[in-house]
């Protein structure tokens, strides 16, 4: 690695500790136990971070949606869409495409993290990434509007009450932890939870960014945007050597020749810094 790459390397690492701590900054949270409901919570981050993180000063765009979507309780209402979120969310996607993911997601730098764990690496099936689309269809749009209880109220913000594993480790932990009486109340729903959130760590041992990969829907909103953002990566082809540097680099596994600028890429530029002839712009 060049010392150029190094730094590169540094100054990204660098901005995902920023929007971590930015994101986060609640420092009284985490002495209390107690979750900021100040003026902040009313805006949102543009990557997954829980509402109920203790030092949380944003809301979470998904959790956003489910909540807004929420409200519909079984009906096609218009004025339950969060039109504010979605937009913002569009408007990024359409500057950057999905390198929020690559830049500033906490959970994407903790997988990062874990994977420089020595061991021996896999690719998995190509087929995992579309359960991200389903993930984004199903339980942030579909079940937080149809899935209701006895009383004919909706079942919440499913995503983020069965799957997200942002949630359990930035807010059910600590707060387990920082409060008491939650103990008690920990049933089988949080051991699932937490037991989803232990798989993907150990997962992101032997496969890079499994969680960004297959499952997490704010990558599968961000990722048909690659191919119009206003940002782009592009490559050379005719000037490309195939020593396949660029790809080994990619925290999303891609094969990145073949695949850069699909949905999958982060824009992290590790590949652009690691091309020996500098083939990709």
Known sequence: MTNKTEK??????????GSTVVGNGYIKG??????????????CVPFLNCYSCPGALFSCPIGAIQNAVSEANGKFDINAIPFLVIGFLM?????I??????????????????NKIPSKKFKGYNWL???KYVVLVLFVFI?????????????????????CPTGTFEGGIPLVSLQAGLRSMCGNLFIWKTSLLVLLLLLAVFFKRPFCR???????FYAPFNK??????????????????????????????????????????????????????
């Open 8 to 17: 590169n390397l540094k100054i990204r690492r660098w901005v995902q500790i």
């Open 30 to 43: 985490f002495k209390t136990g107690d979750i900021y409901q100040g003026p902040l919570k009313k805006g």
């Open 91 to 95: 408007l990024i996607g359409s500057l």
């Open 97 to 114: 495409g999905r390198a929020i993911c690559g830049w500033s997601c906490p959970f994407g730098f903790l997988q990062d993290l874990i």
């Open 129 to 131: 990434k579309y359960i």
């Open 143 to 163: 079940l937080p509007v149809f899935w209701l209880d006895d009383f004919g109220y909706s079942a919440g913000p499913t995503f983020c009450k069965y799957i």
């Open 214 to 220: 297959w499952i997490c829907p704010l990558g599968a």
């Open 228 to 281: 119009i953002s206003l940002k782009q990566i592009k490559i050379k082809k005719e000037a490309c050597v195939k020593c396949g540097k660029c790809s080994k680099a990619c925290p999303m596994d891609l094969n990145v020749p073949e695949e850069i600028n699909t949905g999958d890429c982060i824009r992290c530029f590790d590949c652009k810094k690691e091309c020996p002839v500098k083939a990709i712009d």
